[in-house]
C-alpha cells in the first residue's frame, strides 16, 4: 500500500477538519481550553504567542481571553515585507489597529516597536494540519513557523519558546512523513488529549 504524499495528506486533513459542524467546531474550542488552560507550562508562561483560527481550525480565542485577564503579554503572528515572508510576534494591546493579509488571515497591523523576535516568548500555540504521537507537525505548506524557528535546528539546547501545536483529533495519523526542514514540537494539545513531550 502507498502511503499518502505531504501534500495529499495535507487536502485530507484539511477536509476532514472543515467538514466539522460549528456545533462541533464550538464543542472543540471548549475542550481544547479544558486540555490547556490549567497546564503548569500555559500557567507560568508569561508571553504567549496565538494565532486566529483560519480554515477551520480548532479555535485558541478562549485560552487568549482567558490569558488577557490574568494579565499575560498576548501575541499574534506578523508576516513582514522585509525580509520576505518572515514571521515575527507582535504584543496585542487594547488599541491595536487590524488589516487582512494576503491569504485572508486578519493579523495586526504591523507596528515594529511591538513585535518580539520568537526566542523572546515563553509559549508558542501553532495551527497545524496534521500530527503524530510522536511531535511530528504538518502544515499548510508556507513555511512560516519553520523559518521563524530554523534557530532552533542549530542549538541544542536553548531556553527558547515551548512549542505546542493545536489541532482538532481528526488531524491526529498514525506516522506522519518529516521533511528535514521540519521543527518538532513541545507537545501537542487537540481536543481529545494532551501529549507533552518535553513541556513541563
Known amino acids: 500500500m502507498i502511503s499518502p504524499t ?52 480548532i479555535d485558541p480565542a478562549s485560552l487568549l481571553r482567558h490569558a488577557q485577564r490574568l494579565g499575560k503579554h498576548c501575541y499574534l503572528p506578523v508576516v513582514n515585507g522585509w525580509p520576505h515572508g518572515f514571521m515575527r510576534f507582535q504584543r496585542l494591546y487594547p488599541d491595536q489597529r487590524w488589516k487582512t493579509n494576503r491569504f485572508g488571515i486578519r493579523e495586526p497591523r504591523p507596528q515594529r516597536s511591538r513585535q518580539v523576535p520568537v526566542w523572546r516568548l515563553n509559549l508558542v500555540l501553532m495551527p497545524l494540519v496534521g500530527f503524530d504521537q510522536h511531535g511530528n507537525r504538518l ?50 494539545v487537540s481536543d481529545a488529549e494532551c501529549l507533552l513531550f518535553k513541556a513541563g
Open 6 to 57: 505531504r501534500s495529499q495528506l495535507r487536502q485530507q486533513l484539511r477536509q476532514a477538519r472543515k467538514a466539522l459542524s460549528p456545533r462541533e467546531q464550538r464543542l472543540a474550542s471548549r475542550q481544547l481550553f479544558r486540555q490547556l488552560a490549567q497546564q503548569p507550562i500555559f500557567r507560568r508562561s508569561r508571553h504567549i504567542a496565538f494565532y486566529l483560527a483560519n480554515d477551520a481550525e
Open 139 to 188: 502544515g499548510m505548506g508556507g513555511g512560516f513557523y519553520d523559518r521563524a524557528l530554523a534557530y532552533r535546528q542549530r542549538r541544542r539546547q536553548w531556553p527558547g519558546p515551548c512549542l505546542l501545536g493545536l489541532a482538532h483529533r481528526c488531524q491526529k495519523v498514525a506516522q506522519l512523513p518529516a521533511a528535514s526542514w521540519d521543527i518538532p514540537l513541545d507537545g501537542i
